[in-house]
């Protein structure tokens, strides 16, 4: 009888251990700077829909069928030579919710566009997969995808790899882009889908460093916000499209970095980032898939 009641003593023990380092109990690091929309995991909740994924966070449009925001943080240890998989719909979303497929893009004329991209979380297969969700993706004309969007996410790659953290937050906004083949305002053979008439993402850059990274954020800190309209006039150079971070919250209604105090955070927010950027690096080409 002892022997059975020391057996239950020591697996309570390794239970407690367990769930003191389950990754429940830690922090969430792609909500580190905040939640954009106040979004909530209430079913009810929509077109406000929060989703806490393993290698990003979302808000998710019901109505839309397509992210209000996707969420992330970006380190060197993220990026590796995983291999692209293809799109699949999103199981985790709600009974009765609108589930958009990846063939709902197809004959459109807009390209699956990533909001985390695959090469973000190319460090192994489980997170190469879980970017090819759908509700990681809007439609894109593929000169916003395949050039200035990609040219943006291959530069903070490379900060990433020079040791700097990045904290990303991308999305669409308004109705009616202009893809290959004329301009839409929603698509969608089984799953209704927007298209959006721009795409925004803001940037915050942190230098290497320990210590808790909200206390990091100073007066110096980098902040990038670009705001690209959704149509075949856009380029290759990303860094035109820079504008305030104010400016896309305007835009959106969404308040970004909204755990960083005022006093910091809102200067920031005013000025639009003039850091000089590279040439366009043209790595490969990015299919109509994509």
Same mark, same amino acid.
């Given at each position: 009888?002892?022997?059975?009641?020391?057996?239950?003593?020591?697996?309570?023990?390794?239970?407690?251990?367990?769930?003191?380092?389950?990754?429940?109990?830690?922090?969430?690091?792609?909500?580190?700077?905040?939640?954009?929309?106040?979004?909530?995991?209430?079913?009810?909740?929509?077109?406000?829909?929060?989703?806490?994924?393993?290698?990003?966070?979302?808000?998710?449009?019901?109505?839309?069928?397509? +992210?209000?925001?996707?969420?992330?943080?970006?380190?060197?240890?993220?990026?590796?030579?995983?291999?692209?998989?293809?799109?699949?719909?999103?199981?985790?979303?709600?009974?009765?919710?609108?589930?958009?497929?990846?063939?709902?893009?197809?004959?459109?004329?807009?390209?699956?566009?990533?909001?985390?991209?695959?090469?973000?979380?190319?460090?192994?297969? *489980?997170?190469?997969?879980?970017?090819?969700?759908?509700?990681?993706?809007?439609?894109?004309?593929?000169?916003?995808?395949?050039?200035?969007?990609?040219?943006?996410?291959?530069?903070?790659? *490379?900060?990433?790899?020079?040791?700097?953290?990045?904290?990303?937050?991308?999305?669409?906004?308004?109705?009616?882009?202009?893809?290959?083949?004329?301009?839409?305002?929603? &698509?969608?053979?089984?799953?209704?889908?927007?298209? +959006?008439?721009?795409?925004?993402?803001?940037? &915050?850059?942190?230098?290497?460093?320990?210590? *808790?990274?909200?206390?990091?954020?100073?007066?110096?800190?980098?902040?990038?916000?670009?705001? &690209?309209?959704?149509?075949?006039?856009?380029?290759?150079?990303?860094?035109?499209?820079?504008?305030?971070?104010?400016?896309?919250?305007?835009?959106?209604?969404?308040?970004?970095?909204?755990?960083?105090?005022?006093?910091?955070?809102?200067?920031?927010?005013?000025?639009?980032?003039?850091?000089?950027?590279?040439?366009?690096?043209?790595?490969?080409?990015?299919?109509?898939?994509?």
């Amino acid at each position: 009888m002892r022997n059975f009641f020391t057996r239950i003593f020591l697996l309570t023990l390794i239970a407690a251990a367990v769930t003191l380092h389950s990754p429940v109990n830690a922090e969430y690091m792609h909500l580190k700077m905040g939640n954009p929309s106040k979004a909530t995991s209430s079913a009810s909740n929509k077109n406000n829909y929060l989703m806490q994924k393993p290698y990003f966070a979302l808000s998710y449009n019901n109505a839309k069928g397509e +992210p209000n925001w996707v969420s992330w943080r970006l380190v060197a240890s993220d990026i590796g030579y995983a291999p692209r998989v293809t799109f699949y719909p999103d199981q985790d979303l709600p009974l009765g919710f609108n589930t958009v497929y990846p063939r709902d893009y197809t004959g459109s004329g807009f390209d699956r566009g990533h909001m985390c991209p695959h090469e973000d979380r190319s460090a192994n297969d *489980d997170m190469s997969h879980a970017t090819f969700v759908m509700t990681n993706i809007i439609p894109q004309s593929p000169n916003v995808n395949r050039k200035a969007w990609e040219q943006l996410e291959i530069y903070c790659r *490379d900060l990433a790899k020079q040791g700097k953290t990045l904290y990303i937050i991308s999305g669409p906004a308004g109705t009616c882009g202009t893809g290959s083949k004329g301009s839409l305002s929603s &698509m969608g053979m089984v799953g209704h889908v927007v298209v +959006p008439a721009k795409c925004w993402k803001v940037i &915050m850059v942190l230098d290497g460093g320990s210590g *808790d990274d909200i206390r990091r954020v100073n007066a110096n800190t980098r902040l990038i916000a670009v705001i &690209m309209p959704n149509d075949m006039s856009v380029g290759e150079d990303w860094a035109g499209f820079r504008v305030p971070v104010a400016d896309v919250e305007k835009l959106t209604g969404f308040t970004f970095f909204g755990k960083v105090p005022t006093a910091i955070i809102g200067p920031l927010k005013k000025k639009a980032d003039r850091t000089w950027i590279p040439a366009p690096r043209i790595r490969y080409r990015r299919n109509s898939g994509d």
